[in-house]
């Protein structure tokens, strides 16, 4: 129940971050981590995931929403990972809100994926070492087609970042609310931004 709740929410948000202007949303909906889990929760989670996208997947392409997955697709179950990539491609070509779900995903496996792939584009010869710059490093991360989060929204009043977008939120406001996932609606999204946009950004300067 706590799971369909948190699934809730996450409508919630992305209904909510459309109408606030919110260019990109990203939801940690399941990390590496979390394989560690029972399998019988793993495997509601990821049946909960299925049943969202055939309930939800024509609203989503109506909404003119553009779908988006970071994280290890590769390992997931068969079926979920033919839904995501059908979704994906279906609105690869609408221009509204970005709803990035990272799945299966962690912030240091990201940065080893993108250390392994730099690593073979020197070997073949493709880049040299003295190429690799912060620039050209973000081009390898999952994240390469999306902008870095402005605010990290972090519920449950925790106060860790648990591995997520660990390059990506250099820079990032980060927001912390008691509120549990489940229980995180629209209005504690509207709460979060308008807190953002009264703190003064510098970016370390």
Do not use: C
């Not at 939801?27 to 399998?39: I, V």
């Not at 793993?42 to 024509?58: C, H, K, S, T």
């Not at 070509?93 to 690593?119: C, F, H, K």
């Not at 073979?120 to 010869?125: Q, S």
């Amino acid at each position: 129940m706590g799971h369909r709740a948190g699934v809730k929410s996450a409508q919630e948000a992305m209904e909510a971050a459309g109408d606030l202007g919110v260019k990109v949303l990203t939801l940690y909906t399941f990390s590496t981590e979390n394989w560690k889990r029972p399998k019988a929760e793993v495997g509601a989670l990821f049946g909960l995931l299925q049943e969202y996208i055939d309930r939800e997947g024509d609203k989503i392409k109506k909404n003119n929403i553009r779908f988006s997955v970071i994280g290890r697709m590769e390992e997931l179950p068969p079926a979920v990972k033919d839904r995501l990539q059908k979704l994906i491609s279906e609105t690869r070509g609408n221009t509204g809100l970005i709803v990035n779900l990272a799945l299966n995903y962690g912030g240091r496996p990201e940065i080893i994926d993108a250390v392994r792939a730099i690593s073979a584009d020197v070997k073949t010869g493709k880049l040299g070492p003295e190429d690799v710059d912060e620039k050209l490093f973000s081009k390898y991360l999952y994240t390469k087609d999306l902008p870095d989060p402005d605010l990290l929204i972090r519920t449950s009043g925790e106060y860790r970042i648990s591995n997520f977008l660990l390059w990506q939120i250099s820079y990032s406001e980060i927001y912390v609310t008691k509120k549990l996932w489940p229980d995180f609606r629209r209005e504690d999204l509207r709460k979060a931004i308008d807190e953002y946009r009264d703190r003064d950004r510098r970016f370390g300067g």
